[in-house]
T-cell receptor
């Protein structure tokens, strides 16, 4: 199992550009989520999905779109990048979207995004 | 005020010391409490998980939850240089972990 994979590892964008951060998992997990991590702010939930075709907003959804057409993939789209979106982005997945919170959540290695 | 407060550190202790990491929170609905460990330039990994109040032990790690004080702790005994990492507390209210709220993380360094 590759676990949770993310591409690219690094990305530099100019203000106003769009891009898609890719996330895939091979564990057949129902629940997937995107977080951003900024210094002193911890991990903040952007969007999450409890299964294919179902997505919902987290704490900081503005400026980001998601879709979930398959169980495996959960891409995050930045429609018009802004310097405030400079951050490290983590994708995560877990097996049981309705069960105990302790069901292990696996994180990907992260994408470091800089918006100039 | 943030829902979850965590001292960012950095915290530096000698090898073999007992380490205490703490978080406070304001939402009394939180019932599930977790500690994640994050090595530099890596994703977080779940270290400990507890439900409601009480203690949980796993090897050198002990997690404590005091819901009456809205305070959680992680203790590391016989600390090792390999424990050097950022430790994030996290918590959620419902059985569905759709919205896990994280603390900002404490950076820990164990000196050989």
């Amino acid at each position: 199992n590759a676990g949770v994979t993310q591409t690219p590892k690094f990305q530099v964008l100019k203000t106003g550009q769009s891009m898609t951060l890719q996330c895939a998992q091979d564990m057949n997990h129902e629940y997937m989520s995107w977080y951003r991590q900024d210094p002193g702010m911890g991990l903040r939930l952007i969007h999450y999905s409890v299964g294919a075709g179902i997505t919902d907003q987290g704490e900081v959804p503005n400026g980001y779109n998601v879709s979930r057409s398959t169980t495996e993939d959960f891409p995050l789209r930045l429609l018009s990048a802004a310097p405030s979106q400079t951050s490290v982005y983590f994708c995560a997945s877990r097996g049981d979207s309705s069960g105990g919170a302790g069901d292990t959540q696996y994180f990907g290695p992260g994408t470091r995004l800089t918006v100039l | 005020q943030k829902e979850v407060e965590q001292d960012p550190g950095p915290l530096s202790v000698p090898e073999g010391a007992i380490v205490s990491l703490n978080c406070t929170y304001s939402n009394s609905a939180f019932q599930y409490f977790m500690w994640y460990r994050q090595y530099s330039r890596k994703g977080p990994e779940l270290l400990m998980y507890t439900y409601s109040s009480g203690n949980k032990e796993d090897g050198r790690f002990t997690a404590q939850v005091d819901k009456s004080s809205k305070y959680i702790s992680l203790f590391i005994r016989d600390s090792q240089p390999s424990d050097s990492a950022t430790y994030l507390c996290a918590m959620t209210s419902g059985s569905s972990a759709s919205k896990i709220i994280f603390g900002s993380g404490t950076r820990l360094s164990i000196r050989p």
